[in-house]
Structures are given as C-alpha cells and as structure tokens.
C-alpha cells in the first residue's frame, strides 16, 4: 500500500462524501465528477486501463454531464431544502450504511493473498486483451447490452414526449369513456 | 305372517282413515277402525290357541333382528290389549259423535293399537321401543286431540317429554346389555343371562336404566307428572292408554324382562319401593280431586305402583293379572266417567254432580261395579288380583312386613276414595244444572262387558286351593321365584283381613262424604291432595325453569362465541392497519426498509 | 356409469346456468335423470358391483381420478341424488340460477362420496364450495355477505390445514399415491401423524360440524334463500362424518386413539348443547340448523366410538338427516312463503286451516326427533350401541341431547299448528304434496327397514373399526 | 435460439413498424409476435439448447417461465381494452415495450450467467419504468419513480453481489465452487436483489404504490411476467448453491414474512388493484415455497404459468372498470349485473387466487407445497398456508362486494375491443388448466429440468 | 487488494446513504451512480487479485447499463419535474398504506 493508494483512497472517499452531503446539486454533481475521474486513476492502477479510459469517457465525460445538464435544465440545485418530513432518516441512513460497510469489511478480512501472476494475466487491462474476451466468451452479453440500449432509448423517448399525440379516436371509444365516467364516479 | 298381521291391520286402518277419513261419512271411521282391531283381537287369539308364533327379520339392524314373538305373555297381554281396544273402540263411535275430528280419532286409536301390539308382541328390546315410542307418540296425538286448547297441546307435549326421560333410561338400558351380551333379542339374553354364572358388572345398571324407561310410561314416582295432565284427551283415550293399556306397558316391560330382574335383588327392591310410593302418592291424590277423571287417573298410578310393588317383590304373574283386572274395572271407570260426562255435555267437576243415579241407571251400575273392583270389594276382580299382591309382599325377604302394611294402608285408602268417587257423583242431590240423559246403547254396551270382567275377571286366578289359571300359564313367559309357601290358614286369614279393610275403607268413604262434616285438618289435606302435592309447582321451579333459561344461556354463549372469533378476524385486521403505517408512500423509508433487509441478512449471514 | 352419475348433474347445472329459461324443468329432468342412475347404481352396489374407476390426473405427482362405489358410498350418493331431487321439487319460485347450482353441488358432492384418492376427494370437497358460497352470497338474505365470509373462512381453515395434513401423510408417510389404499398401507404414526390427524380434524370438525368450529353453521342456514333449496344442498354438504370415516380416523389409527376422549367429549357437548340450544332459538331455520348440529353431534360420536356399530349408525344417521333436515329446511320455506317470516309464532293452530301441512310437519318433525319406525331412529340407535362400548357417560350427555330434542321439536311445532287457531293460511299446494310424499315415503322406509342400508353400510364399517383396532 | 430470436424481431418490428402504422396495426402485430414465440415454444418444447459459449440456455424450465411470460403478455395486450388510445397516451410504443420486457425476461430467465442476467432484467426492467409512467399522469410519474429508483437500489445491489460472487469464486456463471464470508455475502446480496424484483418481503414495497399508480394493463404485465422472470432467476440461484447455506434460514425468514405481510396488509386496503398488488406478494412468498424442495422448477413454473393466468384476468377486469384513476373496492359492486363476462372472470379469478380446486390456483399451491413437503420443510408449509387462510378472507370480500353487492346505478357494462377474447380465453384456461393440471405440469417435467 | 475491496465497500456504504439521504430525485439517482462505481471498483479490484480480466469485462457491461439507467432515469426525473415542477421524493407520497 503506497501513499499514491491512500491518496487516492481519500479522495475517492472525500468526493464520495461531498457528493452525498452537498446542499448544491451542481457542487454534489461535480464532486461526484471528481470521484469518477479518481476512479478512473485507481483503475489504472489496477491493471485495467481501457475501462479507467472507458469511466472517464463515458462517465465522467457524459453521465455526469447529462445530470448537470438536467439539474441546471430543471433549475433544480437547490434541492434539498425545504421543510422534511423524515427528518429521522440521516442517522438511520448513516447507522444503516456503517453497519453495511461493516459486514462487507468483515467478508473483505477472510480474503486471503493475491495472485502472484495476476498483473501478467491481466495484461495492464488494455482493449485488446479486453476485446478478446469482450467479443468471445462475453458477445451475448455484449449484444444484449445493445438490445438495452436500443429498449432504453424507446423508453426515454416515450417519457420525455411532451406531448399526447393527437390520434383520431374512434367515437365507441370515446363513448365508452364516458361511460366509466358515468358509472364508475 | 300372523303377527305382522296382527300390527299391520290396524296400522292400515291408521293409513287409510289418515289419508281419506275426511271423505268417509260418520260412523262408517269407527266401524272401520272398530272391525280392524277386534280381527286383531280374533287373531291374537288364534295365535294364542295355535299355540304361539314367531316371526324375524335377520339383522334388521346389524346384529339385531326386527322380531315379533307370540308366547303366553305376549298372547295374554294382546287378548287384554285388542280386548279392551275393541270395546273402546265401539264405546268411542257413540262418544266422539259429532266431533269434527272423528275419524282423525279413529285413525289415532288404530295407531295405538299397531303400536301396542308391536309393544307386545317385540321379541327384542328395540322392536319393543318402537311400540314404546309409538305408543307414546299416539299419546301424544291423542291427549291433544283437541289442540286448539293450549291447554291439551300443552298437556300433550308434556307427557311426551316426560316420556323421553323414561325412554333415555331405555335406550341407555338396551346400550349396556347390547354392550354386555352382543344383543338385544329377548330369547337370546334370556338364555345368555340365564346359562351364565357371573353376571356381567352393571348388570345392575341396567336393570335400572330400563326401569327408568318403564317409570316414565307408567308414571311412577318421580316422573307421575304427565298422567294427571293426559286427562286433557277424551275420554276413550284415558280409558284405553293412560289406564288400560299403554301405562301398564312399564310393568310389561320388567316382567317381560323378569329373567333379568330376578337376579337383581337390589333393583327389584328400587322396583317396589317405587311402587309402593307411586301408590300411596297416587291414592293421597286421588282423595282430594273434584276433576271426576283426575280422581280415576290418580287411582291409575296408585294402581300402577300396586303393579310394580309385586313385580319388585318378584310376584310377576301377579302383576300381570293384576294388570288384566285393572284393565277391565278402571277402563269401565273411565268409560263411565265418560258417560256421565258426556251426560252433563262435557261437565266434569263432581261437586256439580250428584243424584246422577237417577237419570244413569245403567251408567250408575257401571260405576259401581268399577268402583267397588277398585276398591277390593270382596270376590269382585280387583279383589282377588290386589289381596294376590298384598300377599305376595309378605313373602318378601326384605321388609316384606313394612310392604305389607302399607300395601294395606293404600288399600285402606283406595276404597276411601273410590267410595268418595261413587258417592259424590252417583248418591246424594243432582247439584248442576241441565238435565242428565242416559248415553246410547252404543257406549253402555260395552261397558255392560267391562262390568262383567270387573266383577269376574278376578275368578280366573283364585288363591290355593281353589283354582288358578293364570298362574300356570304365564309360567313359562315368566321367572319363577322361589317362595315360602305360607299356610292355607294364614293366607285365607290375610284375604279375609283385606277384605274387611275393604270393607271399613268404602264405609269411611261412604259415611264420610255423604253424611259426615269433615274435620279442618281434612280441609288443608283436600288442598294438598287437590294440588297433588305441588309436584308440578316443585318440577318447575327446579327443573322446568332452570333448564329453560340454561337454554337461553346457551344460546347467549354461543353468540359470545361467535363475537369472540369475530374479535380473532378483527384483531389480525388490527394488526394489518398497524403495520401499514410503514407503508407510508415515501420511497426513502421503502429503501431504508430494503437496506434495512439486506443489512441484516448480510450481518447475520456473514458474521454467523 | 359412475362418471356420468358423477358429472351428470354438472352438465344439467351448465345447462340451466347459460339457459335459464325452463331451469325448473330442465333442473327437475336432470336431477330425476341422475336419481335413476344413483337407483341402479344402488341396485349395482347391492348385486356387488363396485363401479371402480382409475387414472391418472397428474402422474407425475401420484394424482389419481380414481372413483368407486363402495356400501357407504353408495348410500350416502342414493340419499344426495334423493334429496336434490327432492329439494328441485320443492324449489318452484327459486332464480334460476340456484337450480343450476345445485346441480353442480350435486355433481360435487356425488364426487366427494365416490373419490378415492385423498387429493381427488379435496378437490371435489373444495369446489363444492364454490356453488355454495355463490348461492349464499347471490340468493342469501340480508347477512348473507359475513356468512359467507365466516363460512368460507372456517371452511378453508379447515380445508387448508387438511391439504398440509394431506401433504404430511404422503410423504411422511412414504406412501406412492394419494390413493386410499396406498395410504392406508403406508399410515403415518408418531407425532408427525399427530399433527396431520389434527390438521384432518379440524377441516372435518368444521364440516361435521362440532363445537367450537360450528358458528358458521346458524348464520348459514338463517341468511341462505328462504326457499330452503341452498339450505338441502348445504345439509347435504355437511360431509365431516363421511371424511372422519372415510379418511381422517383410517389414516391415522395411532393418532385417533390418543385423542378419542377428547373427541368424544366434544361430539357429546355438541350433542348437548346444540339441542338445549336449538330450544331457545325464535326461527325455523336457526332451530333446525341446532338441531341438525345436534345430530351431528351424535354422528360424530358414533365414528369416534370407534366400533363398526357406532360407525354405521353415524353414517346412517348421515343419510337419513340429509332427507329430513333437507325436508325440514323446504317446509321451512313453505313457511315463509305462506307467512313471509320463519318466526317460530307468525301463527298458532295452523292445523285447523292445513291438516296436511300439520301431519307432513310432524311426520318430519319427529323423524328429527328420532322416533322409532322414522328414519331418524336407526342411526340414533346404533350410534348409542357404539358409543356405549367407548365411553357410558359421554353417551349419557350426548342422549340428554334426545330428551332436548322432544322439547324442542314439539314446541316448535305446538307453537306453529296446535293452540287457538290464528290467521289462517293455504294448506299443502301440488308441489308440497310432490316433494313432501318423496320425504315421506323414504323417511318411512329408511325407518322400516333399514337393512336394506346397513347391510351395505356394515362391511365399511367394520373394516373401519378393524383398522381402529376395535370393533367386533 | 427460436424463442430468443423471435422475441427479438418482434421487438425490433413493433418498435420500427410503430413508427409508421396506426396503433391498432402494431397490436396486432405485436398479438402475431407473441403467438408466434407461443408456436415457437410448442415446437422447441423439451429441448435442452445452449448457445453463445453456454451463456444462453434453452431448458424446459425457461421455456415453462416464458409460456408463463408470454401468457401474461398476451392477456396484459387482450385486456388493454383500447386502455391508452382512449387516453390517448402513447399507443405503440406501449406494444413495444412490453416485446422488449419479454424479451428481456426470457433472457433473465435463461442464463446461469449473471453478466446476461442483469443485463436480462434491466431489458426487462427499464421499458417498465416507462411503462409505468405511460399515464401521463401524477400517479403514473409517482409510480415510475418509485419503481425506477428502488429498482436502481436492487439492481446496485444485485450488481454488488455479482462483483463478491466473482470475487469468491472467479466465474460469472451459477454453480461456480465457492464458499467462504464472502460468498454467502454475495447469495445474499444477488437475493436481496432479485426479491426486488419478486417481490418477496422485505424488499416489496415498491408493489403496491406501483400496481396502483401504474395503468392497469401494464400492471397486469408486472405482476405476471416480471415476477416470472424474476423467479426464474431467483430459482437458477438458489438452485445453484443449494439450500445448505445461511442463505436457507434468510429465504425461510423471507418466505414467512411475505406471505403473512402480504396477506395481513391486503386486508385492510380499499383499492382492488392495492389488494391485488398485496396480494401478489403473497404469492410471491408461496411461489417461493417451492425453493424448499429438491426439485423447484416444475411446480414453480406451474405456479408462475397458474398466478400469471388467475391474476392476469383479475387485471384484466379491473381494465375494464379503470378510468385511469384506479378501482375503489366499492366500485365493484354489481359487477356481476353489469356484465356477466366481467363477474364470471373476476369470480375466477379471485377463487383460484384463492387456491380453490377445481381452479388452477389450487393445483399451483399445491404443487409448490408438495415440493416443499418433499424437502420436509413443513412447518413453513403449515405456516403459509396458515396465511392464506388471511387471504381468503379479502378475496371473499372483493368477490362478495362484485357480485352480491347492490350498485347504486346497474348499467350494463360494454366490453370494448379484444378484451371480451382475453377474458374468455382466461377463464376457459383457468377452468381448463384446473381440471386437468396435468396438461401443462406433464410439459414441465419433461426433461428433469436443469435449472443451474 | 483488500484496500480497493474495503474502498469500494465504504463507496457503496456511502452511496446507500446518499440514496436515503437525499431527498430529490436527481440527487437520490446520483447516490445510486456512487453504488454502481463501487461495484465496478469491487469487480476491477476482484480482477486484479486473481488476474481475471472478466471481472473488467463486466465492469464494462457495468458502465452500459449504468448509461442506459441514466437514460430512462433522467427522462422519468424531467418528467416528473414537468408534472410537478419538483423531483423531491417526499413529496411522492400519494400511494400508502
């Protein structure tokens, strides 16, 4: 353990931290930025370079700026103010997460040492040992995961459509509505 | 074939006046329903001099054959039973004239006498119940014949119930024998008891269980209550069921039971104490009633308690020809009440009698003759067949001495009352009004027959060395007990003590209550006696009531039942809207609740 | 021949349900159809025939649609047939749909009595529920919805405890099949059979039923249609004494002798109470519902005897209760029709104005009561031999139930037809005399000679008591 | 592979052709596609496929859940009662959406491998995040949200437990050796995720807010084919690391708590579709009954195809009476007279819910509870069916109120578009499937079913 | 090794909290980004100790998924802000019981 992992350590914990507590959405959001950017350097430590580039395009260069576009697109920064009617909650979320945090730092204690070929194995985690796998054993899920992207879009277009679409209904239809109207109030 | 023959004429007649009677014209019912009964009464006979008959179905029950027997009990009991049916029967074509109901009545009495029969001729203990609850389902029709008077409905639906009591005792006396010996069948326990050295254990109870059944039919003490009240029926039925026939079917039941009860010392005890009680109770009330019925009808338990107090000593011939001869003078009793009733239209409170000899000729006679039957007035039936009894007791090894002198005091009393009886309504003044007339031949006719056998129905069983032909003949039906034969000289001396109790008995009575004026203690003693001694009064305010309201209470608890699971239901409904609250909408508390899961699933998981 | 008995009814019920137009007539035809097929099966059964049937529904689960008449079957199934029959005689102003339902109770119940496989008979036993759940609850009165809810709870109660207990004595049991016999051969003892017995009992005592599981029962039969129709059919599905017989006590000879005492103290209680109760009810149908339940009670302790005698007599009593308490329930709704109220004292004197009504009244009023020569008599009788073996004093408590019988049965019919005559009311119309000469004549029979029933009934039982350990 | 890749064009097709053809066009395609997949399961029926390196795998178990899927599909398209074009909400894209969620669910349902896995469910989860906001309306978004959120949670969290099962074990596919803290940390983590989407206790409570909130055809959707798919992966996991872990005691406390939570807090609810969402739960919980035996997947797939059946056409009758602001409990009352199709279903329905034969619901609880019984748990046998003796009492009581209670207004109820087909066909299935389980029961033991 | 694990451990404890915490939906949404990276920090530190590049594989999967949530989750939130003009989840309280 050197002082670059604990360094890093912090920081990833620091941001995580201030993205969890910041009143300012913008400021959650960037530190939320910040703790992806120092996920992505941990990546690269850990032997996974393509997928620390992949945090930092994906992640920290669109998710994140689509939330900081939404947040500012909904004029909604300032969003945890106001009165709360759960005012309970902070500490039973605190106590949950620590007694989480425990019990999964209590499994961590049993492992055991690490492989001493790993880094070899691993190849520094470049694309094109990644791809090999990616688009061998992992091509299923791969395809899948266009299918979902393809579902995804369909799904968000249907959400953010303003507007009913005007369609001509057929007058039974409409007759039947009112009938449930009728009836039904 | 014969037998069922015997049942199922007069079940048809039942069947038939039930279904179409409304259509026949009077009196062609009675006639019909008449005829019925007296071709029974033919072939009981024929069945008696053929020498007995028999007839089953195997395993009408499982086990337990529908059988009719025809021996020298059973054959004597019908010859008494269609006997006395038949003259009721022509007695009641002039009595119920005019009744709108008169060929339901005739149907009713056909009823009875299938039912009776099949009482009689049972050659085992459920067939027996069938006549028995038969009987008791015709006394119930019959004593509410005229239903439209709460009153009889009432009266009716007590002596059924009071029945039930007594028929418990029965069932649950069939259930141990059953129990005991593997059948019920008459012959076969007969011989099982009979070949076997140790007694089963409860034996006993048994014994008495079916004794209850016979007390409740018989009215013995305690269950007395409904014969008084039966009184509501008309007058044929008294006559027939609550004096002839269907009360003596209790002293039937343990003497056609005699094997039985001859090994059980302790309930024949039970058995006579029971008698001599009914019969003093029986008496003491008759003396005060102004009911010109109630007066017969308490004579009939007193008499029934004479009946089982002989078959309790195990004088069981006894209690048989005691049962014919009372058949005859308390059935022309009745009959005779009847008359004078139907005399004065339907008066029956003899302090509005009287004189009546004068307008009843033929009826007065018949009362005399019955009365003085009753009264154990020398050499006339009743006579005979209660000095029989009286006497029997003397022979008993268990304060036989102590039967005795009561057996004469009720002796005492009975002619008191009987004479009180005959003197009230047939000597004296006429003190109601209206003018009596004398009933059609139709009624007097067969009482000119009762008469006879009252006065010589007694000569058939004469004490030694005259001649007895009852006796011999009922032996082989019967248990034999071996007795002391007591001196010719001491008997003669006892007949000739009972006759002269008789005889100082219908004198008291005579002078009494014609001439005499009756001291005050008599007058406290007349409400008592009139009151039968609060019986009814006592029964309901300890039994009646209480069990009424347990009714209610049971009724209650069970509704408290039924609140109680509805409180189960409601409570599981509480506790649901108390859990709800978690559901509150939030999504935050819906993750902490999840996170909440997995936080202790992972805990437990990982720290076990 | 066994399957069309069985699923004639169904058919006829379908029929009247998506045609009601004639649903009397068509009813009437269907169910006299299936009466004649029970007679000859009947006939069958007693020449030795056993109808017996066998496949399989879900093999791969050891489910069997296995049928067969046996004596008990046979007798119970001719007293369903009799009695829907009669109750379709008597339902001339019912809806339509009532008659169509209770074919289809009939076709179940018919199934019930003929299943012999365990999961077949809970099936049957189950969705006789359903018909009789939607007559309550279309057709019933103004309470009908807690009744039905009260019954239907206690009656799954049961039913679903029965389904674990059915599920315990197979597997735990080792048995292959749900059949009967292969049940039979492979019984479950031990504390594991305790908890299934138990587990049978309740859905039977919820069915028979015995205190304290009977509370549904007044309430059912007080909401149900006044005509009295959905009443036989429901007194016809009081099956509990048939299951205790033919499955519950069988399957678990070990468990039931651990628990008898208790069981026959509560079928006496039951006997007891429900008959003193039954005396201070105000209605018809709440009195005959205590009744019924009294009688029960005595069924009940007839099977629990654990003698052949005492289990034939609870069976005959069965049957013979499911025509006069079914009779009684119709006569009831002629009642109602004449008076508009079951009130015990909406008149008095009844029988100056409807002799016939008196006399076909007391003919069932007293079969109830168990007179002698009726057809409540036999199954009394012999219930009182079997239980007297198992226990004197409860047989004792329980018979005080027959004198409380006396009180309650007369009174009732004293306050309806004896005493001052008060309005007047039609005496027996065309289809009174039809159904009620059909309940009377077979009252009358079964009383007479009742033989012909329990000779058939007899072998049943006393291979019953025989697997008990008793018996004689 | 058939199933898979017609599932697939059809989901293709409704999304393309929606573009371009009215509403009514892309339903009845859609209605083709899935009766094409129907067909296409007929005829691969029994076979034991396994494609893409073994990540796909065609089993008769994955084939019993997507009839089940496919059969809940169907009814949610028969039952939609021209449901969004009366709304005018977005019409065809609700068609393909819910091809997608087929789709995504048979792919969840056939793989051991748990990268497609979660991949499967999020293809089946994320068009129902939108589904279920489809109203355009404040119960619809509230719905959605909710749904999204929680279903993010579990999905994090089921992703976490991925992360430890392949840190204990070096493999993504179920079955891998693996024991140790960490591994029991990772079953139970991947439990707690896919009791999400279950809605096993206590991580169901997004059930009622989102059945309610959501339009009722595509909740009918919900509560059959995501809990299919859901189940079906749930199955392959427990089934993969056996019931000798700590996991047992956790799916125990899991099973009891959802059967008598669901059961107890459907009582008191007021609105059929909250009933039915509760009640859903607790089927979920006896649905998971089956787990305890040796051999779950037949009775569980039995199980999944009867609840999708029952409570398909009890949605599907609610469609009928929802005008978009769900169903009052009162507003039942006289069901039965103002359509007797609509009374007919609801009756069946409700009673085979129930578990009463001779109705298919009866043979489902049966089969898992024998299952269970062949594992000897049978306390938890006893004790669920304990709970449905709760249950009952609410099903009797929206059935009492449909058909015996009096309506102010009786005015006879037209059945609009397919929905009059959708009703008859399940309740003929109920009815059918009730009287002779065997039918499909028979299908699902063909090949001992490998379920790893 | 252990470190990165005990890392990604206290992100998705932090995360968790984030998720109950926070009280709109766009920052509840975000906490949930923080647990999916943990995950990814577990599979990428899993990866390293035994040498397997599948668990980078899937961290990739990861990511995709984590894009398309982020689609349909954004588009729920502006949804829900257009109808209410608010993505406090509090406020989303309509269903209960």
């Keep these: ?185 | 074939m014969l037998l069922i023959l015997i049942i199922l004429l007069p079940l048809l007649g039942f069947a038939y006046l039930g279904l179409f009677g409304k259509s026949l014209k009077e009196p062609q019912p009675g006639i019909l329903a008449s005829a019925l009964t007296g071709i029974s009464f033919l072939l009981v006979l024929w069945g008696v001099l053929s020498g007995g008959a028999s007839w089953q179905i195997k395993d009408w029950l499982p086990g337990i054959p529908f059988s009719l027997l025809l021996d020298h009990l059973s054959g004597y009991m019908g010859l008494v039973v269609t006997g006395i049916g038949f003259l009721i029967h022509v007695y009641a074509i002039g009595y119920m004239h005019g009744d709108e109901g008169f060929s339901r009545f005739f149907a009713y009495l056909n009823f009875f006498i299938a039912m009776m029969m099949t009482l009689v001729l049972a050659g085992s203990y459920p067939v027996m119940f069938i006549g028995w609850e038969g009987v008791g389902l015709a006394s119930f029709l019959l004593i509410g014949f005229w239903y439209t008077v709460k009153k009889n409905a009432d009266s009716a639906r007590k002596a059924f119930i009071t029945n039930r009591i007594g028929d418990l005792g029965f069932l649950l006396g069939m259930a141990l024998l059953y129990g005991s010996f593997g059948t019920l069948s008459i012959p076969e326990l007969r011989s099982a008891i009979n070949g076997s050295y140790v007694l089963p254990m409860g034996l006993s109870l048994a014994g008495l269980l079916l004794f209850v059944g016979a007390v409740g039919k018989s009215a013995q003490v305690p269950l007395m209550v409904w014969l008084p009240d039966a009184m509501a029926g008309p007058t044929p039925v008294s006559a027939l069921i609550h004096a002839a026939t269907m009360v003596t079917a209790g002293v039937y039941l343990i003497a056609r039971s005699s094997f039985l009860y001859v090994n059980l010392q302790d309930v024949s005890y039970i058995i006579a104490l029971v008698g001599i009680t009914t019969a003093a109770y029986g008496a003491l009330s008759a003396l005060g009633q102004w009911d010109i019925k109630k007066i017969v009808a308490y004579s009939t338990i007193s008499q029934l308690g004479y009946m089982f107090l002989a078959v309790g000593v195990g004088a069981y011939w006894i209690a048989i020809f005691h049962v014919m001869t009372h058949a005859f003078y308390k059935a022309l009793l009745f009959l005779a009440s009847g008359s004078v009733i139907h005399s004065l239209d339907g008066e029956q409170d003899i302090r509005k009698m009287g004189g009546l000899k004068k307008y009843l000729p033929r009826t007065n006679l018949h009362g005399l003759a019955g009365a003085l039957s009753l009264a154990g007035f020398p050499l006339l039936a009743g006579f005979w067949s209660k000095d029989a009894i009286i006497t029997a007791t003397l022979n008993y090894p268990f304060g036989g001495t102590g039967f005795y002198v009561a057996g004469l005091t009720v002796a005492l009393l009975t002619a008191i009352y009987a004479m009180r009886w005959y003197a009230l309504v047939f000597l004296g003044e006429y003190k109601g009004e209206g003018r009596p007339h004398e009933s059609p031949a139709v009624m007097t006719v067969p009482n000119d027959v009762l008469a006879l056998g009252a006065v010589f129905a007694g000569l058939l069983a004469l004490p030694k060395p005259l001649w007895n032909l009852v006796e011999p003949y009922l032996a082989p039906a019967l248990a034999h007990v071996e007795v002391h034969e007591m001196s010719l000289a001491l008997e003669w001396g006892l007949i000739t003590l009972s006759a002269v109790v008789a005889l100082v008995g219908l004198y008291l009575g005579y002078a009494a209550f014609t001439r005499w004026a009756l001291p005050k203690w008599y007058q406290t003693f007349q409400t008592w006696s009139e009151k039968a001694f609060y019986v009814d009064l006592v029964y309901n305010t300890l039994i009646v009531n209480p069990l009424k309201e347990l009714a209610v209470l049971l009724d209650w608890l069970d509704k408290i039942f039924d609140s109680g699971y509805l409180l189960l239901a409601s409570s599981s409904k509480w506790l649901a809207e108390q859990l709800s609250w978690v559901q509150a909408g939030y999504v935050r508390v819906y993750g902490a609740l999840m996170a909440l899961g997995l936080v202790v699933l992972l805990v437990w998981g990982v720290l076990r | 021949m066994i399957h069309v008995l069985i699923f004639l009814p169904l058919l006829f019920g379908f029929w009247v349900l998506l045609a009601p137009q004639q649903a009397r007539a068509v009813g009437l035809f269907g169910s006299l159809l299936t009466l004649l097929l029970g007679l000859i099966s009947f006939g069958g059964v007693l020449s030795g025939a056993d109808y017996a049937y066998q496949t399989p529904l879900l093999r791969e689960a050891g489910v069997y649609y296995a049928v067969a008449w046996d004596g008990v079957g046979a007798v119970l199934m001719l007293a369903v047939v009799i009695a829907t029959f009669m109750a379709l005689l008597a339902a001339h102003d019912v809806p339509p749909a009532m008659v169509g339902l209770s074919l289809l109770m009939e076709s179940g119940l018919l199934g019930i009595l003929a299943a012999q496989d365990l999961l077949l008979f809970y099936v049957f036993f189950e969705a006789t529920l359903i018909p009789s759940l939607l007559m309550l609850g279309l057709f019933g009165g103004a309470g009908r919805v807690r009744a039905l809810i009260k019954f239907a709870i206690f009656t799954l109660l049961g039913s679903l405890l029965m389904l674990a207990g059915i599920l315990a004595a197979r597997y735990l049991g080792g048995s292959p099949s749900f059949l009967l016999k292969d049940l039979l051969a492979h019984s479950l003892g031990g504390g594991a059979g305790m908890w299934a017995f138990a587990a049978f009992l309740v859905a039977f005592m919820v069915k028979t039923p015995l205190f304290p599981l009977h509370v549904w029962l007044p309430d059912f039969h007080a909401e149900n249609h006044p005509s009295g129709l959905a009443d036989v059919m429901g007194t016809l599905y009081k099956v509990g004494i048939f299951g205790l017989f033919r499955w519950a006590l069988p399957l678990f000879p070990a468990a039931f002798a651990a628990f008898q005492p208790w069981l026959l103290a509560l079928a006496a209680l039951t006997a007891l109470g429900a008959a003193w109760t039954a005396y201070a009810q105000t209605e018809w149908k709440r009195l005959l519902a205590y009744g019924a339940l009294s009688h029960m009670g005595i069924g009940a302790l007839g099977i629990f005897s654990g003698s052949a005698i005492g289990a034939s007599g609870a069976i005959f009593l069965l049957a013979a209760s499911a025509i006069y308490t079914g009779a009684l329930f119709l006569f009831a709704g002629g009642l109602q029709r004449r008076f508009g109220t079951l009130e015990l004292r909406p008149t008095t004197g009844l029988a100056k104005a409807a002799p016939a009504l008196a006399a076909l009244g007391l003919i069932l009023v007293l079969a109830m009561v168990g007179l002698p020569g009726l057809s409540g008599f036999p199954g009394e009788f012999m219930n009182l031999l079997g239980s007297w073996q198992a226990s004197p004093i409860w047989t004792f408590v329980a018979f005080l139930g027959v004198i409380a019988a006396a009180a309650y049965g007369l009174s009732a019919y004293q306050n309806l037809f004896h005493n001052a005559p008060g309005k007047p009311a039609a005496d027996m119309d065309g289809v009174e005399w039809q159904w009620g000469t059909l309940a009377v004549l077979v009252i009358l029979f079964m009383g007479v000679y009742p033989k012909l029933f329990t000779e058939l009934i007899m072998p049943g039982a006393k291979a019953f008591a025989a697997l008990l350990g008793g018996g004689q | ?452 | 090794m252990s470190y990165y694990l005990l890392l990604s451990a206290l992100l998705f404890a932090i995360g968790l909290y984030g998720v109950l915490a926070r009280r709109t939906a766009i920052l509840i949404f975000m906490s949930v980004e923080l647990m999916l990276n943990s995950a990814n920090l577990a599979l990428a530190a899993f990866a390293r100790g035994s040498g397997n590049l599948n668990g980078q594989a899937m961290a990739l999967i990861v990511i995709a998924l984590a894009a398309a949530e982020v689609a349909v989750g954004l588009g729920i939130v502006v949804a829900v802000f257009r109808s209410r003009q608010s993505t406090a989840v509090d406020d989303l309280a309509e269903f209960r019981g």
Aim: glycine share 10%; hydrophobic share 60%; net charge positive.
């Design chain 1, 1 to 185: 353990m050197s002082v670059f992992d604990l360094l890093m350590g912090a920081l990833l914990v620091a941001s995580a931290l201030a993205a969890v507590t910041l009143k300012n959405a913008i400021h959650a959001g960037l530190a939320l930025v910040g703790n992806f950017l120092a996920l992505a350097v941990v990546y690269f430590a850990l032997e996974a370079q393509f997928l620390g580039w992949i945090q930092i395009i994906v992640y920290a260069g669109a998710v994140m700026v689509l939330f900081l576009f939404v947040i500012m697109l909904l004029f909604d920064a300032k969003a945890d103010v106001g009165p709360n009617p759960l005012p309970w909650m902070r500490p039973i979320a605190a106590a949950l997460a620590a007694l989480l945090f425990l019990a999964l730092a209590y499994a961590y204690s049993s492992l055991g040492p690490i492989d001493p070929l790993a880094d070899v194995k691993l190849a520094g985690g470049l694309p094109k040992a990644l791809g090999a796998i990616l688009y061998g054993g992992w091509l299923y899920p791969v395809l899948l995961v266009a299918v979902l992207l393809f579902a995804a879009t369909v799904a968000a277009v249907v959400l953010v459509q303003p507007q009913i679409r005007k369609t001509r209904i057929k007058p039974q239809v409409l007759e039947r509505d009112r009938e449930l109207k009728e009836v039904g109030r």
């Design chain 4, 1 to 452: 592979m058939t199933t898979l890749i017609i599932l697939f064009v059809v989901a293709l097709l409704t999304t393309f052709v929606g573009f371009f053809a009215p509403a009514a066009t892309t339903k009845k395609l859609t209605l083709l596609g899935m009766l094409a997949a129907l067909v296409g399961l007929a005829f691969t029926w029994g076979d034991n496929v396994s494609a893409f390196s073994g990540l796909y795998r065609y089993d008769v178990f994955s084939q019993g859940v997507t009839l089940a899927m496919i059969v809940g599909a169907l009814l949610a398209l028969l039952a939609d009662c021209d449901f969004f074009e009366r709304k005018g909400w977005p019409a065809f894209e609700y068609y393909a959406l819910i091809s997608f969620a087929v789709f995504g669910g048979h792919v969840m349902a056939s793989t051991t491998h748990l990268g497609a896995m979660i991949v499967g469910l999020e293809i089946l989860s994320i068009p129902l995040y939108a589904l279920a906001a489809s109203s355009r309306e404040e119960r619809g978004y509230e719905a959605s949200l909710k749904y999204f959120l929680l279903g993010a949670v579990s999905a994090a969290f089921f992703l976490y437990g991925i992360a430890l099962y392949f840190g204990s074990t070096g493999s993504f596919t179920l079955g891998a050796e693996g024991k140790g803290l960490i591994f029991n940390a990772a079953v139970l983590m991947m439990l707690a995720g896919l009791a999400f989407k279950s809605a096993l206790a206590p991580f169901h409570w997004w059930t009622p807010d989102v059945y309610q909130g959501s339009p009722t055809p595509v909740t009918l959707f919900m509560a059959t084919a995501v809990k299919a798919a859901a189940f079906a992966a749930l199955a392959r996991l427990v089934v993969s690391v056996g019931l000798g872990g700590p996991w047992f005691y956790a799916l125990a406390a899991i099973v009891l708590l959802t059967v008598f939570w669901g059961n107890l807090a459907a009582l008191v609810q007021g609105e059929a579709k909250r009933v039915l969402a509760y009640s859903s739960v607790a089927h979920a919980g006896y649905i998971a009954v089956a787990l305890f035996g040796p051999n779950p997947a037949p009775s569980m797939g039995f199980y999944l195809l009867a609840y999708a059946l029952s409570t398909g056409l009890a949605f599907a009758v609610l469609a009928e009476l929802d005008d978009g602001k769900g169903v009052p409990i009162s507003e039942l009352a006289g069901l039965w007279a103002r359509s007797p199709l609509l009374g007919l279903g609801w009756l069946t329905a409700l009673l085979s819910l129930a578990g009463l034969p001779p109705l298919v619901g009866f043979w489902g609880k049966y089969l898992v509870f024998v299952e269970a019984a062949k594992g000897h748990q049978y306390l938890i046998v006893a004790l669920a069916l304990f709970a449905a003796v709760i249950a009952a009492y609410y099903y009797l009581k929206l059935l009492a109120v449909a058909l015996f209670g009096k309506a102010e207004k009786v005015k006879p109820l037209k059945l609009a578009g397919s929905a009059p087909v959708g009703l008859a066909l399940g309740i003929f299935l109920v009815v059918l499937l009730g009287v002779l389980p065997g039918l499909t029961y028979k299908l699902l033991t063909l090949a001992s079913a490998v379920v790893k």
